[in-house]
């Protein structure tokens, strides 16, 4: 068993650091790791061709993924790429004109969940008949379509920000759609049909990965914390806050990607940018004063079963990876 990395490449130059999130990629990256051997291996590494990007101040970056049946579905930020595994083999490509700023993919049932952040939307696209069936407005208090015009090539726009919900990962559990949202700090329910049915409040900083493990979902927040609800009842089981592992003060930095593999719980964080700093004042906090207290690097962190102990680092800007989506089990 291995894990598959999904993230980002920054340019060599230090002023890249200050760049804004929308043009500061300069290609995603995918690497494959082996827990047994404690060994990564870069796997992929690509450029958004210009067909399917701004022409300036773009960023280039591979976001979160999912694996179903030996293939790997993974966005970038205007692009679904499927890749046969083991090989890697690039085997499909799918742009729309309204993906921008895309975050995260799963394949189910012939279709693909892709999450459209940009246009704060979720869309279920037929692979069989190659277009959208299904809207999922992730900010239902005003129409997408009054916000945003389906002919525009969203693709060619840096960004669409602010935001008014910012979703980031999509779930399938019993016929119902989870989105977790950024600004709502919650999981949006809905129906396959694309009606709102309720939301789990998570309400422990901004959530990012939702999936299921066992008995429960697993969301992580930005700000460290692992938050288990069940599924049964949508409830909230327990939450660990992984900051007790802080040192000196510091931030653990981006707390995005998650993964369970044997007794072991594998969590990604990314460097924070100074552009991050602003956007997220309230949970920063204090932390702000001392740039020195935020740089820890891009890394992995593997705790053991009840997250009280690190049994491994893997930092992987060793690797030049700089930020990381999803860390995926194959």
Known sequence: MKLIITGGRQADSKLSYFNKEWNNGIEGVIFEYDPKKNLIEEKISYKT?????????YSISFKSGSIHNNKLYVTTLTEIL?????????????????????????YHEENLFIVITGLD????????????KTFYNCYPEINTWERFDKNKDY???????????????????????????????????????????????????IPHDGAIFNESFIYTTVNGNI???????????????????????????????YQKLDSLNYVGYS???????????????SKLTDKVKLKMPTRIECYNENYSKIENTIDLENYKMNWVFSILKY
């Open 227 to 257: 938050i288990e609800v069940n599924k049964s009842d949508f409830s909230i089981k327990k939450i660990t806050d992984l900051n007790f592992h802080s040192k000196d003060g510091r931030s653990l930095g981006w707390c995005r990607g």
């Open 271 to 285: 460097r924070i940018r100074p552009t991050k700093f602003v956007e997220n004042i309230k949970w920063l906090g």
């Open 49 to 57: 061709p210009l067909d399917n990007r701004p022409i300036d101040n």
């Open 121 to 132: 939307l979720v869309v279920k696209f037929s692979l069989n008949e190659k277009k959208i």
């Open 82 to 106: 499927i890749f046969d595994l083991p090989e890697y083999k690039l085997v499909d490509k799918i742009s729309l004109n309204i993906f921008n700023d895309l975050h995260h993919v799963i």
């Open 155 to 205: 693709r060619k726009i840096n960004t669409t920000k602010p935001h008014l919900s910012h979703p980031n990962h999509v779930s399938i559990f019993q016929d119902k759609v989870l989105v977790t949202r950024y600004k709502q700090q919650d999981a949006l329910i809905f129906s396959m049909e694309g009606k709102v049915l309720d939301k789990i409040n998570l309400n422990k900083g």
